[in-house]
């Protein structure tokens, strides 16, 4: 709902007599947004803004910009809930709906709410693979040092046995692999 409010003061001042400012608001916006592009809600609303003021002050769905508003709202529908992701995309096609012309444009405008439901999917799956993904990460990494553990048993075993120098000196070599290589991977298990 809160994108909604955005899109809203967008268009109000597209409508309004403070419209002839509308490129220097947006440089100036522009320039907030970089500076505050880590701060993912006021740059994620900055985005919202500046969308709308671009597409609501050169003529809608005329507009040679308009299709920065499939981008936005594929993006906000990663970011939001189905049901929010589709009021935004009513709210936009409300605000745009009185650039209707012709019956191309009403495909255009209805076309918004095709990528709510695509992208929903995609983001569905794509939250599934990353589930399996990280699933199958942890699963390696635990059999990973559970082999590591059983060599470096295995290798301790092993130099308690009577062994040639040269096969000592191997063993040994194994073992500090294999306690380099587990290291390794508790640093990168912490790290993460």
């Known amino acids: 709902m809160i994108p909604s409010i955005f899109l809203l003061l967008a ?3 597209s409508i309004s007599p403070l419209n002839y400012y509308t490129v220097q608001l947006i440089a100036f916006l ?3 947004f970089i500076f505050l592009i880590k701060n993912s809600t006021i740059s994620r609303y900055l985005l919202i803004t500046l969308t709308g003021l671009i597409i609501f002050s050169s003529h809608g769905l005329a507009s040679p910009f308009f299709f920065l508003s499939y981008f ?6 990663f970011i939001y809930s ?3 992701s589709f009021l935004f995309s009513l709210a936009f096609t409300l605000l745009l709906s009185n650039t209707l012309s012709s019956f191309y444009s009403f495909f255009t ?3 918004l709410f095709l990528i709510t439901p695509l992208v929903w999917f995609v983001s569905h799956n794509y939250h599934t693979l990353a589930v399996e993904e990280t699933d199958f990460l942890l699963w ?22 009577p062994l040639t120098p040269t096969q000592s000196d191997q063993v040994k070599k194994i073992k500090q692999s294999a306690k380099s290589l587990l290291n ?5 298990t912490h790290d993460h």
Do not use: E, N
Not at 72 to 77: D, G, T
Not at 140 to 159: A, E, H, P, W
């Open 11 to 13: 268009f109000l001042w």
């Open 30 to 32: 522009a320039i907030i």
């Open 72 to 77: 936005l709202i594929f993006y906000l529908s």
């Open 82 to 84: 189905p049901l929010s």
């Open 109 to 111: 405008l209805f076309s």
């Open 140 to 161: 390696s990494s635990l059999k990973f040092k559970t082999g590591i553990s059983v060599i470096i048993d295995l290798t301790s075993q092993l130099l308690s046995t």
């Open 184 to 188: 390794s991977s508790q640093k990168l």
